[in-house]
Structure formats: structure tokens, C-alpha cells
């Protein structure tokens, strides 16, 4: 007794895999050729139902004519005769996919005709072929006028064989077998309808991933492109700073100039560091490099003093409070503060003149915190409309991401003022 394993039945899978690519070679060739298909089945249906008639017609014996009361319910045409009936029959079923209600009405037509004289033919069997093409090729709503006329027809020739056989058991078998070619179609039909669905579906689906690739590579661009333009405008403009000032100190004291010889070097690797993490991100991310660099935290409201310090080295008197439980603030608030906070630092450095004093403060009051900075320099003069600088745009949208604003200009009593405001209010929360 031998014993089936799964290595036996594992046989079954290049078979498989030889009809499946054989499937799709012939849907393939059919898309390329429509018309070889149809081709061969109108010569199969001519071979399979018409040749036995034609060999009848001409009076060799096939065996299988069917009963003799049958036969003699029957009226026998001339071979000229079977034959036109046969081309009425098969011919338009070359058309049975381009023209399906038309090839349906021609053959139900030629069959009407055929029983109304009393001849029966086994190419009748291309109705049942043309009502499934219908059912599958033609619209839907065509399908009531179709079963009525197939209804019509079944109906003719259950009458004219009722001497040989019953009219309720013609009808039966007639509109079963009509029955299975609307349901075969039926079938068909919906399957392939599933299949274009879920092929629509997998386009569209593989679409919006491609834009929701894209828009993840445009929102990631356009966070680096703030970061550098935090990191890069503030620590250029601190170096500036100290290397205008060292020029004018080296001269009268040389210590001073060295001084800010030594603050232009660690502003510009302190730079050069924060540079080094934003691109190591993006490496990490793009996966070029297996193990990225050594990050360091993103900056917070603790490196506020260093930051402070930095533009104290270049001149500026910085006065800095806070207010608040402030220590408690999650890391993308700090960091959004704290860029808020650099960004204004640096248009103060920018546009201020010597002697400027700096106020900054950072207020946080219940769900909302305020960052103020104003300086005692010369107010900025406003550009054109719409050209607002990437700075105070940058600074927006960071506001934006929770829910706060944005102020800047001249203050009351002179300078310039910066204010924006947070919305600390937990997001979810309730509904």
C-alpha cells in the first residue's frame, strides 16, 4: 500500500503554472487577434453541429438522428436549403463580441424561420452560444428582450415537436439549457467585473501611495529647508557679527579680537554639528548608510541660555525670563520655541544696530504660551507686499503646526517686536 505525500500532490504546481501561462499566452494572443478566436469557434460549432446535418441532407446514415417519431414530426429541407440555414446560424457568430444583440437577433430570427417550416437542426445550438455572448458582451438592460425572445423561440419549437414528444418536457429541457448559458454568462460577467475592480483598485491604491510618497518627500523637504535655514541664518549671522567686531578689536586690543576669533570657531562647529544631524537624518532615512552618524537631541528650551550667550558674544545685551511650568513642555514644543526664539535672535542681529538690547520672554499661561521678543534697535522697514522674508514665513508655519500665530513689527515705544502663541491643548482629547 503506498502512501500519497506532499511531495506528490506538490506535483500538481508546474501544471498549474504551465495553464496559467498558457492562459495568459491565449488572452494575450486574443487581445492581438480578436478575430482568430471567433474564427474558431464559429468553424467548431460548424464542425461539431452542422457537418452531421449536411451528411444527412445528403443521405449518409450518421446513427444518430434521434427517435423516429422525431423524425417524422420533422420536416426534411434540401441541401441547398440547410445549408443557408446553417450560414444564418453560424456566420454571425463571427460577431458575437462586437455586436452581440446583433448577432442574438439574427440567429433568433433564422431559427423562427427554420421551426416555423418544420426543420429542426442541430446548429440551433448557436442561440444558446449568441444568448451567452449577450449576457456577457451586451448591455444588461437588453437581457428582458432577449429571455423574451429566447422564451418565443423555445416556445415554436416545443410546439412543433408536442406530436413527438411533450410540450412541458420540450419546454423543460429547452429553457433549462437556456437557463445555464444566461447563468454561464452571468458568471463570467461578474467575475470579470471583479477582476477589473480589484485591478482598478490596486492602480488606484498604487497611485496614492506614489503621492503619498511624493507629499512625505515635500513636507521632509520642507522641514530640512527650515532647519538649515535656522541653523545656517542664525550662526552665519552671529559669525559676522563677531568677525566685523574682531576686525575693528584687533587693532586697539588684541585680546578681544582673539576672543572673537575663538566665538567664530565654536559658533561655526557648533554649526557645523547641527548641520552634520539634520543630513545624517536624511542619509539615515534614504538608508544609504547602514549605521548613521551619532545623533545629538534635538536643541530645547535648556539650550535657550547657550543661545542667548552666543548673541551676547556678538554684541547684543539679552535679557531672558520665563514664566510657567515651563520645564514640563513635550520636545516638539521646546523645539518649535526654541527656533521661534533663534530665528528672531538673528533678524536682531541682522537689521539692529550696536548697543541694542534684546527682551525675551517665554510665557506660559494654562493651555497657551507666548514668546516675546523685542529689541530697542531701529524698526525694519516692511517689503513689497507678498515678499515676506523665509524667516517670518518659516516661523508661521512652525507656529501653525499647534494651532498658534505669528506677530511682527515695529514696537510702541521703537524697535521691533516678535510675539507668537502656542496652543498647548492636547490633541484628541475628546470628541
Not at 89 to 115: C, D, E, N, S, Y
Not at 310 to 337: I, K, N, P
Request: proline share 5%.
Amino acid at each position: 500500500m503506498t502512501s500519497v505525500t506532499y511531495d506528490d500532490a506538490g506535483g500538481l504546481g508546474p501544471l498549474v503554472a504551465r495553464l496559467a501561462r498558457a492562459g495568459q499566452r491565449l488572452r494575450q494572443a486574443d487581445r492581438a487577434r480578436p478575430w482568430a478566436l471567433d474564427t474558431t469557434v464559429v468553424v467548431l460549432v460548424f464542425l461539431l453541429f452542422c457537418v452531421p446535418d449536411l451528411l444527412r441532407s445528403t443521405g449518409v446514415a450518421t446513427g444518430d438522428d434521434g427517435p423516429h417519431r422525431l423524425r417524422l414530426a420533422l420536416t426534411d429541407l434540401p441541401l441547398p436549403a440547410v445549408l443557408a440555414v446553417q450560414v444564418g446560424l453560424v456566420l454571425p457568430l463571427l460577431w458575437r463580441r462586437r455586436r452581440p444583440l446583433m448577432t442574438f437577433g439574427v440567429i433568433t430570427a433564422v431559427v423562427l424561420l427554420q421551426w416555423s417550416l418544420g426543420a429542426g437542426l442541430r446548429a440551433d445550438f448557436a442561440l444558446f452560444i449568441a444568448l451567452y455572448s449577450l449576457v456577457l458582451h451586451g448591455r444588461l438592460r437588453q437581457l428582458p428582450w432577449a429571455c423574451a425572445a429566447t422564451v418565443a423561440a423555445m416556445t415554436v419549437v416545443a410546439l412543433r415537436v408536442s406530436h413527438a414528444v411533450s410540450v412541458w418536457d420540450a419546454l423543460f429541457f429547452l429553457l433549462s439549457t437556456a437557463t445555464a448559458a444566461l447563468a454561464l454568462g452571468l458568471t463570467v460577467r461578474i467575475r470579470r467585473a471583479q477582476l477589473a475592480g480589484l485591478r482598478e483598485r490596486a492602480a488606484r491604491l498604487e497611485i496614492e501611495r506614489d503621492q503619498r510618497g511624493r507629499l512625505a518627500v515635500a513636507t521632509e523637504r520642507a522641514r530640512v529647508a527650515r532647519e538649515m535655514h535656522d541653523i545656517v541664518g542664525h550662526n552665519l549671522s552671529v559669525i559676522i557679527s563677531l568677525a566685523d567686531a574682531g576686525r575693528y578689536a584687533t587693532d586697539l586690543a588684541p585680546e578681544r579680537g582673539k576672543e572673537a576669533l575663538q566665538l567664530i570657531g565654536d559658533t561655526g562647529r557648533q554649526a557645523l554639528s547641527e548641520l552634520r544631524r539634520v543630513l545624517g537624518v536624511l542619509r539615515e532615512s534614504a538608508g544609504t548608510s547602514g549605521t548613521g552618524p551619532a545623533l545629538s537631541p534635538q536643541p530645547g528650551l535648556a539650550d535657550i541660555d547657550a543661545l542667548c550667550a552666543g548673541v551676547r558674544a556678538a554684541g547684543l545685551e539679552v535679557v531672558y525670563r520665563t514664566s510657567g511650568d515651563v520645564e514640563t513642555l513635550d520636545g516638539g514644543v521646546q523645539l518649535t520655541v526654541y527656533r521661534i526664539v533663534q530665528e528672531a535672535l538673528t533678524n536682531t542681529l541682522k537689521h539692529a544696530g550696536p548697543d541694542t538690547r534684546v527682551h525675551l520672554a517665554i510665557v506660559v499661561e494654562d493651555t497657551l504660551l507666548t514668546i516675546r521678543v523685542q529689541d530697542t534697535g531701529p524698526a525694519l522697514l516692511p517689503g513689497p507686499p507678498g515678499e515676506e522674508g523665509h524667516g517670518l514665513v518659516g516661523l508661521r508655519e512652525r507656529a501653525a503646526l499647534y494651532g498658534g500665530k505669528v506677530s511682527a513689527g515695529p514696537a510702541p515705544g521703537g524697535g521691533w517686536s516678535v510675539r507668537a502663541t502656542l496652543d498647548l491643548t492636547p490633541q484628541g482629547g475628546t470628541e
